[in-house]
């Protein structure tokens, strides 16, 4: 099953009301790593007004999941944890929530690390996660 698969985008007022209350610069500020994603912005700038990061889609259209999604191609790609069943993705706004569980603390560290580098990516929250062992 694919990480497309396992996703949700959560209405939440009060992060919605959180994003609003940001200014522009902030909002359009990278992801947790400081990285832009300048082939997707160039992208999402053609629109008008241009997508915020959070809801990127995967070729720059707003999608009101996009973040999820590209997190969900990026833990695609990773051999190690591509065949993880047994965790979710929700988006709510800007932030990752996981919820479920994981074989061990090193793959949860993998996963927060590779998401914390999808550009758009705020926060995760692994609260929710248990480890198995």
Known sequence: M???????????????????????????????????????????????????????????????????????????QEPDIEDLSTLSIVQAGSTIRFTGDVPDQDTLDRIVELTAKVDGTKSVDTSQVALRN
């Not at 992060?15 to 940001?22: A, G, S, T, Y």
């Not at 990278?30 to 992208?43: A, I």
């Open 2 to 76: 694919s990480w497309l698969d396992r996703l949700t985008v959560e209405k939440n007022s009060r992060v919605e009301q959180r994003d609003k209350q940001l200014d522009d610069d902030s909002r359009m500020s990278p992801g947790l790593d400081g990285d832009y994603d300048w082939e997707l912005r160039e992208k999402a700038g053609m629109h008008t007004p241009p997508t915020p990061p959070e809801f990127m889609g995967l070729e720059g259209e707003y999608d009101s999941c996009g973040l999820a999604k590209r997190v969900a191609i990026a833990l695609d």
